[in-house]
């Protein structure tokens, strides 16, 4: 299996409903934390996420961001980052960014937002860390914000240097920031950061985490204090953090995080890392599912990260950045606002319209007597199945029972068509990631993939084409329980 299929999901089709979506802080919507759940926060709150597809479940269908890689240097050593790549902390090892200067960062913004009408976020995530390599952050941001100053601003850091930065990023309008936070215990973090350079020299062991693990805490209060939403990444280490993490869940919410990512550690040999080279492997989809229910009663969780590099350009999911090679850039990119305008506004009406949509398919479910189901989805974005199945490059996949409709990860694979045939060993890899899935939704599929699919027992619809993905598979599950009953019958 490929190393960076990402099994967050799901494995476990559960027979009640799943302690992860109880219920987070207190609310009484059943779907905190997911697309219908923004709609339980206070109107100030939903409008600051309701574009950004990495705070809002429901954004991530209709926006895009994209990072550009103009802060390379970093001050601390990860244990599962080499720094032949980018920052591992939004990132999956193994794969380079091309660095910039911040004119160069600026530019690609203009032609971004010249081509992506999607585009909603700017995000610095590296390829080392923004808040220690500051000024090309901060210049970054200002030339961005001078030419385009709707686009929200967004940075991703190890929180080291960032409390000397708060206030500075809250004069620049800049409203969303994640910290990666691995530990909050030292001793935790002296297997995962083996020194931090503070104060003009290197420290090592338990004084370097504890120097870490203060100046993190520091961030939150700092960043809440000046009202910058907050997200928490935190990498999911099996034998180091794993019984932690539900520890750091909370003390993170109680220190105002809006959002607490659990990412799965990504090691192999190849990557050079200290975690990879000693065979530290990533946790199953058991054991991140586990740490995610452990948490369901503290911090929103995030289930829809892509783990996306240092230079991602799109939709989550989809990476548009050899488009936008420095080469390729104009000189001087002229930037019209007209496009990005008008798609808002139609996501205005469309998104009322889903909403309404996912309601009701979240009210058929629960009328449903029938076990919970698994199911993929073929979607290039709009909440909708719209997707062939050969161009599916991941899958969305989505949980229904009682409690509803609702994602629960995404599954990576090539995509089996390449451009008038398929390829066999592709649509094998496909099949080995939709293990323990027996429904994909797509908008078109061949004959040979149906078969081939079929004969591994996943069944592919096509009759709920276009539809939202929330009323396919609540359609599908009843279609299934009715054929069920039946059968038995
Ligand atoms: Fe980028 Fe990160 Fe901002 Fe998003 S990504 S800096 S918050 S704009 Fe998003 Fe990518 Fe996951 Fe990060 S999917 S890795 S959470
Ligand atoms: Fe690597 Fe990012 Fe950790 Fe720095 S903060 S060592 S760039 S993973």
């Known amino acids: ?148 100053p709707d686009l929200k601003l967004c940075l991703s850091t190890n929180g080291l240097a960032l409390p000397d930065h708060v206030d500075e990023l809250a004069e620049m309008n800049v409203a969303h920031v994640t910290v990666t936070i691995n530990m909050i215990d030292p001793e935790i973090g002296q297997a995962i950061y083996p020194w931090i350079f503070w104060q003009n020299r290197r420290r090592y062991g338990l004084e370097a985490s504890r120097i870490l693990h203060e100046r993190q805490m520091e961030s939150l209060e700092r960043l809440r204090a000046r009202d910058i939403l907050v997200k928490v990444n935190s990498v999911l280490i099996p034998g180091v953090n794993d019984h932690h993490l539900v520890e750091v869940n909370k003390a993170v919410k109680a220190r105002g995080a809006f959002l607490h990512n659990i990412m799965p550690l990504i090691a192999a040999p190849e990557h050079g890392t200290v975690f990879g080279l000693e065979g530290r492997r990533g946790p199953t989809a058991a054991e991140l599912q586990a740490v995610q229910d452990a948490c369901g009663g503290g911090a929103r969780l995030m289930r829809h990260c892509r783990q996306c590099r240092a230079d991602a350009v799109g939709m989550l999911g989809e990476d548009r950045g050899q488009e936008f090679t420095l080469d390729q850039l104009p000189e001087a990119p002229a930037y019209d606002p007209t496009e990005r305008e008008t798609y808002r506004a139609w996501v205005e009406t469309e998104r009322a319209d889903r909403r309404a949509a996912v309601e009701a398919a979240d009210a058929a479910a629960e009328a449903v007597p029938a076990p919970p189901l698994l199911v993929a989805v073929c979607t290039k974005g709009g909440g909708r199945i719209n997707q062939h199945f050969g161009k599916a490059r991941e899958f969305q996949i989505y949980a229904v029972d009682a409690a509803g409709v609702r994602l629960v990860g995404h599954r990576r694979a090539d995509n089996y068509c390449l451009g008038g045939h398929g390829d066999p060993d592709r649509l094998e890899r496909v099949i080995e990631a939709l293990e323990g899935v027996p429904v994909i939704l797509c908008q078109r599929i061949g004959n040979r993939p149906r078969n081939c699919l079929a004969a591994a027992g996943i069944e592919a619809v096509e009759a709920h084409a276009e539809a939202y993905i929330e009323t396919a598979v609540a359609a599908v599950y009843a279609d299934r329980a009715r054929m069920d009953a039946s059968a038995t019958a």
């Open 1 to 148: 299996m490929r190393a960076d299929i990402i099994r967050l999901d799901d494995l476990q089709v559960r027979t009640s409903r799943p302690r992860s979506l109880a219920p987070a802080g207190g609310c009484t919507a059943k779907r905190c934390g997911a697309a219908a759940g923004d709609n339980v926060l206070p109107e100030a709150t939903r409008a600051r996420i309701q574009d950004h597809p990495c705070y809002s479940e429901e954004a991530h269908h209709y926006f895009a961001r994209m990072h550009v890689a103009v802060a390379p240097a970093c001050n601390i050593q990860c244990n599962y980052c080499n720094r032949r790549y980018d920052c591992a902390n939004e990132s999956r090892p193994g794969v380079v960014s091309e660095r910039l200067t911040p004119e160069e960062g600026a530019r690609k913004v203009l032609a971004v937002a010249s081509r992506v009408p999607q585009l909603a976020v700017l995000g610095i995530a590296g390829p080392g860390d923004g808040a220690y390599d500051w000024a090309k952050t901060r210049a970054t941001f200002e030339l961005v914000h001078r030419r385009i």
